[in-house]
């Protein structure tokens, strides 16, 4: 079994920053790709960025220039730098990882709990 745990949500100013960070735990041979996905009240979840295991990032226009993905292999750590908050980023944010658990090349899709990132003056 694989758990994703995110961590870093708050309350922070409009203008302000925030580090999110997800934890993959568990039965885990390879992290492969790894995204964040922000769902706001009465919204759909949407994707914001993802990171491959080879470093590749993406992100969605409203974040670009503000938000950055990372990740460390070695601790199977995924984080999102997040500044020049707004109050449209009020969401709560979700960690999605494919894992091998095997070695055998087939990944799973995992989903974590979520943390609440709000700002507001």
């Known amino acids: 079994q694989v758990q994703l745990a995110e961590s870093g949500g708050g309350l922070v100013q409009p203008g302000g920053s925030l580090r999110l960070a997800c934890v993959a735990s568990?039965?885990?041979?390879?992290?492969?790709?790894v995204a964040w996905y922000c769902q706001a009240p009465g919204k759909q979840r949407e994707w914001v960025a993802n990171i491959t295991r080879l470093d590749t990032r993406r992100y969605t226009d409203s974040v670009k220039g503000r938000f950055t993905i990372s990740r460390d292999n070695t601790k199977n750590t995924v984080a999102l730098q997040m500044s020049a908050l707004n109050s449209e980023d009020t969401a709560v944010y979700y960690c999605n990882a494919d894992v091998d658990s095997s070695g055998s090349g087939r990944y799973t899709t995992y989903w974590g709990q979520g943390t609440q990132v709000t700002v507001s003056s």
């Open positions: 568990g039965s885990i041979m390879r992290l492969g790709r």
